[in-house]
């Protein structure tokens, strides 16, 4: 089924209304979840809603619960989200990192008691378009590790996404990736559409290479692979880095990580600002010109153009948005028995 943006929206806002979220926090999850559809990633779009009902249900999600920075300096921050919607806290992390790589160039914000914050490339993106290059990552407590570290076969890290972003005077240039082969939502999807799991990027819980989803969730539950295949070793280095950002820097050891049923994150954010050298004026320009020496390449065969990290997402997000965004049946289902718990008719809307 298609469902256009406005509708989708509307839809998103009234559930978490529903769910007892105030206006302001069910419009930011709301706009975070259908802007991930938009642009094309659907394992953090509205696929995300049932989970997060069940964890407002639970107490693991409690709305309304005060966001606050808990300690800062002229340029970095930790934010608690006090176990509110994790977009909710990420959001004012964000303006926090902003602010202060406005005023001293650059920035450093983590967080604690956050859960789950979707689509990292959608904070880059809003740092990006304020002027900064923006790093970001997120690590996920105990209950979401799925990811085995290289050569292993327990479960031991989250699938722990990378994002960056840079202005240009169009569109941000914008990579956003897990530092596993895949994300544990893309393989839900697909168990939903009736796909398979791609060569290299799942075992059972027996260690054997699967493609199917219902073989990955079990029980007992397989595990996901580090990002590289053979070379997993790479994938497995950067999803350390981002244990040490996401929690450990942040005053959050392994044995104090969020337990419990909830995926909590271990949000990180670095912002720059051209100031810090004295790049204010020449920056963009200078990103424009690489992006122009980059396009330049000739196409190998087969591959029709050369395009920027996250290019094809804006072309994905231009069609959905005049198209309307497709939602597969099972994902649509689920969608709206989650609604009713709440007293909302999503059906309405499809």
């Known amino acids: 089924m298609l469902i256009k943006y406005d509708d989708a929206r ?19 999850v709301s706009d975070g979840l259908v802007e991930s559809n938009l642009m094309g990633v659907d394992s953090h779009g509205m696929i995300r809603i049932p989970q997060y009902l069940g964890e407002v249900k639970s107490g693991a999600i409690v709305p309304g619960a005060p966001v606050e920075v808990i300690f800062q300096t002229p340029n970095s921050a930790i934010v608690d989200g006090n176990h509110n919607f994790g977009m909710v806290c990420a ?23 956050c859960n789950h914050v ?7 993106c809003v740092m990006a378009e304020s002027g900064l290059f923006a790093f970001a990552c997120a690590n996920g407590g105990r209950h979401g590790h799925l990811v085995t570290p290289f050569g292993g076969l327990d ?28 994300a544990e939502g893309k393989i839900r999807l697909m168990q939903q559409q009736g796909r398979k799991i791609p060569p290299m990027c799942a075992i059972d819980a027996d260690g054997n290479e699967t493609d199917d989803p219902s073989a990955f969730y079990g029980p007992p539950m397989g595990r996901i692979l580090p990002l590289g295949g053979p070379f997993g070793y790479k994938g497995y280095g950067l999803s350390m880095m981002v ?21 909590m994150n271990g949000f990180f954010i670095l912002a720059i600002s051209p100031a810090v050298f004295n790049a204010s004026g020449t920056f963009v320009g200078h990103v424009d010109a690489l992006k122009e020496y980059v396009l330049s390449s000739r196409p190998r065969e087969g591959h029709g153009k050369v395009s920027m990290p996250g290019e094809p997402d804006f072309s994905v ?34």
């Open 10 to 28: 509307e839809m998103c806002i009234s559930i978490f209304l529903g769910a007892g979220a105030s206006p302001s926090e069910a419009e930011i």
């Open 91 to 113: 959001e004012h992390m964000v303006m926090t990192a902003i602010r202060k790589a406005e005023s001293a160039n650059i920035a450093v914000v983590s967080s604690r008691h």
């Open 118 to 124: 979707g689509r990292l490339g959608a904070y880059t």
């Open 155 to 182: 479960g031991r890290l989250s699938t722990n996404p990378i994002s960056y972003a840079a202005p240009t005077s169009s569109d941000p240039i914008v990579l956003d990736m897990s530092t596993s082969t895949i």
């Open 243 to 263: 244990e040490i950002l996401g929690s450990a820097l942040s005053g959050v050891g392994p044995k104090e990580e969020y337990e419990g049923d909830s995926y």
């Open 317 to 350: 997000r231009a069609d959905r948005m005049e198209k309307g965004i497709p939602i597969a049946d099972g994902t649509w289902e689920t969608i709206a028995l989650a609604a009713e718990s709440v007293g909302v008719d999503a059906r309405r809307y499809g």
